[in-house]
C-alpha cells in the first residue's frame, strides 16, 4: 500500500519556541493531507485539512495562526507548531488521500511533541 | 456523521478469534464501514471495509448485520501484535474534499494475552 512518513517522529522543544513536523507521500501524490492530534490516552482529533497550492481549513477550536500548515507540493505538507507551550504536547499524526484509491486513507507514523 | 458504539476494551488469548462488535444505529444508505486500527506509539492503518456485504482480507473478516445497524470485526487468530486500539467509523463515500477525513470515536482497546 501506500506509503505516509513523517519527520521527526519525536521531538522535545522548549516552550516558546516553533517546531516543523513534515508529511510526506512517498509514492503517491495526495492532492489532499490531513492533520490530527492526539492527547494520552484519548481518540484522534483532526486539527485540519491541508489542499495542495491552497490555504488549509482548520476545524473549530484550533488555531490557525499558532498551527501553520503549508502544503506547498503534491508529496510534502508541513505543521509548524509556533510558541509550543507545555499543553501542545500531544502525538501528532498526518494523513493523505491517494486519488487512486478509493477505500482507504494512509497515515503517517506520527510525531510525539514534547514541551518542557 | 452518524455516531458509532463500540466497547471501550476487549481481551483475548493468543490464537483465539476475536470479535469485535460496533454499534452504527443511524448509519445512513451511503455510509461505508471502515475499521481501523492503533498499535502503541503509531498512526492509524487500515483493516478493512464494508457496505452490505460481509467481506474477507489478509488481515481479518468484517461481518455487517442484515440492517446494516451493527458489524463485528472477525480476527481469527489473534497474535500478540494484533494488540492495539480498533476504530469503527462510518464514511460516507460521496467524495469530495472532505473525502479521507475520518471521525475517530473512543475505539476498543484490544489486549492478547499469551
Known amino acids: 500500500g501506500a506509503v505516509v512518513s513523517q519527520h521527526p517522529s519525536r521531538v522535545i522543544c522548549k516552550s516558546g519556541t516553533s517546531v516543523k513536523i513534515e508529511c510526506r507521500s512517498l509514492?503517491?501524490?495526495?492532492?489532499?493531507m490531513f492533520w490530527y492530534r492526539q492527547f494520552p490516552k484519548q481518540s484522534l482529533m483532526l486539527m485540519a485539512t491541508?489542499?495542495?497550492?491552497?490555504?488549509?481549513?482548520?476545524e473549530q477550536g484550533v488555531e490557525k495562526d499558532k498551527f501553520l500548515i503549508n502544503h506547498a507540493s503534491l508529496t510534502l505538507s508541513t505543521l509548524t507548531v509556533t510558541s509550543a507551550h507545555p499543553e501542545d504536547s500531544s502525538f501528532y499524526i498526518c494523513?493523505?488521500?491517494?486519488?487512486?484509491?478509493?477505500?482507504?486513507?494512509?497515515f503517517g507514523q506520527g510525531t510525539r511533541l514534547t514541551v518542557v | 456523521d452518524a455516531k458509532t458504539t463500540q466497547p471501550n476494551s476487549m481481551e483475548s488469548n493468543e490464537e483465539e478469534p476475536v470479535h469485535l462488535p460496533c454499534n452504527h444505529s443511524?448509519?445512513?444508505?451511503?455510509?461505508?464501514i471502515h475499521w481501523y486500527r492503533q498499535l502503541p506509539s503509531q498512526g492509524p492503518e487500515y483493516v478493512i471495509h464494508?457496505?452490505?456485504s460481509n467481506v474477507n482480507n489478509r488481515m481479518a473478516s468484517l461481518a455487517i448485520a442484515e440492517d446494516r445497524k451493527s458489524s463485528t470485526l472477525i480476527l481469527h487468530r489473534a497474535t500478540l501484535r494484533d494488540a492495539a486500539v480498533y476504530y469503527c467509523?462510518?464514511?460516507?463515500?460521496?467524495?469530495?474534499?472532505?473525502?479521507?477525513?475520518?471521525?475517530f470515536g473512543q475505539g476498543t482497546i484490544l489486549t492478547v494475552h499469551p
Open positions: 494523513s493523505a488521500r491517494d486519488v487512486g484509491v478509493d477505500t482507504e486513507a494512509f
Open positions: 509514492d503517491f501524490q495526495a492532492t489532499t
Open positions: 491541508s489542499n495542495e497550492g491552497s490555504k488549509a481549513t482548520y
Open positions: 443511524t448509519i445512513s444508505g451511503t455510509d461505508y
Open positions: 464494508g457496505l452490505t
Open positions: 467509523i462510518l464514511r460516507d463515500l460521496a467524495g469530495g474534499t472532505s473525502y479521507g477525513k475520518l471521525t
